[in-house]
């Protein structure tokens, strides 16, 4: 596990999940490995009247709406697709799910725009195929016909930027459950079906094109499960929080974030979105979603960038500097508009509150100079 870059939460949390799983007498649907409250419980975390003897940590932050809906989808005959905002947590989300229920979140295909029907289905070995004929052993199952023969969660990441055939490719596998293999000619082995526990969990970005372009027929086998963008700065404060404490660990880093700064960069993110959401045109819009992700991703850079060529203390103007750098990508539409908050809001909060806010304002200034 030390030498993966980034594990899997399946065998990040496997010591978790055994314990969970060591612990649950709940009936469990089809073959999961645990039941739909301990799914909740890994996925939402421990409160203190649960009582157990070990806490857990909470690693999903949203509504518990929408994960107990996630769960129930993944039990009934229906597909789960959760779409919202780029950062939302969508494909974190539905890890912990396949995770938690499946022990296995990595039977992923991602969809693009060259996604055909062989990366949802089969493919062959071509030498093999040369050398032996179509057979089971030339065969090559994609991680959703792994999953349908395993009874597992299979993920289908960016649904909506397939075509429309390999949509409806999964239109048959949603609805029959089955896969025929016509190639090969003998009856007993020419259809893959689906072991009881297989579902699919799909994710689709509102923002890169709208889910209009799933067909009815394949929108009706799924449940839809809405991530809103977070807004509610305590959950936001947890969830950076969180991310940042792993990151940490990671790089192995000592350094402190302090809880001011942490203050101030939900602060910048919530007026953005304020003065985002009065926006008449696209231009005075950043073109970044101002998600949890992308504030996850301002802190990362200022923080590396305090440990790499800093004094190893996060400093407000690092801060303001990476906040510039990751969310100035157009110009000069994005500047512009980070120059007028720096300009209108900054200045009147480093004014009113001084402290860390002077700091932010001048790294802020110097970063919009250097770019402008
Ligand atoms: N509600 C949340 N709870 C926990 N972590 C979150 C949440 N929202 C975002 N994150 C963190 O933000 C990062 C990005 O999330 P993720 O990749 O799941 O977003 P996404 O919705 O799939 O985005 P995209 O549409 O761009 O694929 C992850 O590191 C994730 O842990
Ligand atoms: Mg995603």
Do not use: C
Not at 33 to 47: H, I, N, Q
Not at 273 to 279: H, L, N
């Amino acid at each position: 596990m030390t030498d993966m870059l980034r594990a899997p939460a399946e065998v990040k949390y496997a010591d978790e999940l055994d314990w969970l799983e060591s612990i649950d007498t709940g009936p469990k649907p089809f073959s999961w490995r645990l039941s739909p409250r301990m799914v909740r419980l890994f996925v939402l975390g421990s409160e203190r009247a649960d009582g157990l003897d070990r806490p857990v940590a909470q690693k999903w932050f949203g509504d518990r709406s929408f994960v107990e809906r996630s769960i129930v989808t993944l039990a009934s005959d229906r597909g789960l697709l959760l779409i919202g905002d780029p950062g939302t947590g969508k494909s974190w989300l539905a890890e912990l799910l396949a995770a938690a229920i499946s022990r296995n979140s990595t039977l992923v295909v991602q969809g693009t725009a060259g996604t055909t029907e062989d990366h949802i289905k089969y493919s062959w070995n071509v030498s093999m195929v040369i050398a032996k004929g179509q057979s089971p052993d030339s065969l090559i199952p994609s991680p959703i016909m792994t999953a349908m023969q395993r009874g597992v969660i299979g993920r289908f990441e960016e649904l909506t930027r397939t075509t429309s055939d390999v949509q409806d490719a999964l239109i048959s596998i949603l609805s029959e459950k089955y896969v025929s293999i016509p190639e090969l000619k003998d009856d007993s082995i020419n259809t893959v079906f689906a072991q009881p526990g297989f579902s699919i969990i799909a994710t689709a970005n509102s923002r890169d094109r709208g889910v209009n372009d799933l067909s009815s027929a394949l929108k009706r086998r799924f449940n839809f499960v809405r991530i809103p963008v977070v807004t509610n700065k305590k959950s936001e404060a947890e969830i950076v929080r969180f991310r940042t404490v792993e990151l940490l660990r990671r790089h192995e880093i000592e350094l402190d974030v302090p809880p001011t700064l942490l203050d101030i960069l939900l602060q910048s993110f919530a007026d953005l979105r304020t003065a985002a959401a009065s926006a008449t045109s696209d231009d005075e819009k950043l073109e970044s979603s101002l998600s949890t992700a992308e504030q996850i991703g301002v802190l990362e850079d200022a923080i590396l960038h305090s440990q790499f060529f800093g004094d190893r203390s996060l400093r407000a103007d690092t801060l303001a500097r990476s906040l510039v750098g990751s969310l100035a990508r157009r110009s000069p539409e994005d500047l512009a508009i980070l120059n007028k908050y720096w300009h209108g809001t900054v200045e009147k909060r480093s004014k009113q509150e001084a402290g860390e806010w002077e700091g932010f304002l001048s790294g802020g200034r110097e970063a919009i100079a250097t770019l402008s």
